[in-house]
C-alpha cells in the first residue's frame, strides 16, 4: 500500500515563498514519475509540476514556470516543490502524486496524497 503525505503548506503574504514536501511509505518510487497538482477554490484540479522516473526532465505549468521548482530525494524518497513569489492565484490545495508504474512517464498518476493547504493573501 503507497502512502503519500504533504507537509509545509500554511498562509503567506503575497511574494513570499513556501517548499512543500511529500514523503512516499509503502514501497518505494524511486523509479515512478511523481509530481505536484493544486485544486483551488471552486476550480477543477490542475497541474502544477512534475518529473521523470528518473527524476529529471521537469515540467512546469506555464502559471508556475520560472517561480517553482520541483526535486526529489530518491535516496529518502521525497518530492519537494519550491515555491517563490506566491501571489493569490496560486492559494489551493496541493496534491503529491505518484505514477502508477516504474520506468514510465506515461502511466496514469495512480497514488495521491491527501493535500496540504497553501493561502496567500495581499
Known amino acids: 500500500q503507497v502512502q503519500l503525505i504533504e507537509s509545509g503548506g500554511g498562509s503567506v503574504q503575497i511574494g513570499d515563498s513556501l517548499k512543500l514536501s511529500c514523503a512516499a511509505s509503502?514501497?518505494?518510487?524511486?523509479?515512478?514519475?511523481m509530481g505536484w497538482f493544486r485544486q483551488g477554490p471552486g476550480k477543477e484540479r490542475e497541474f502544477v509540476a512534475s518529473l521523470s522516473w528518473n527524476g529529471g526532465s521537469p515540467v512546469y505549468a506555464n502559471s508556475v514556470k520560472d517561480r517553482f521548482i520541483i526535486s526529489r530525494d530518491s535516496t529518502e524518497n521525497h518530492l519537494h516543490l519550491e515555491m517563490n513569489n506566491l501571489n493569490p492565484e496560486d492559494t489551493a490545495r496541493y496534491y503529491c502524486?505518484?505514477?502508477?508504474?516504474?520506468?514510465?512517464?506515461?502511466?496514469?498518476?495512480?497514488?495521491w496524497g491527501q493535500g496540504t493547504q497553501v493561502t496567500v493573501s495581499s
Open positions: 509503502g514501497r518505494t518510487l524511486i523509479a515512478n514519475g
Open positions: 502524486a505518484a505514477r502508477r508504474d516504474a520506468y514510465s512517464d506515461y502511466s496514469p498518476y495512480a497514488y
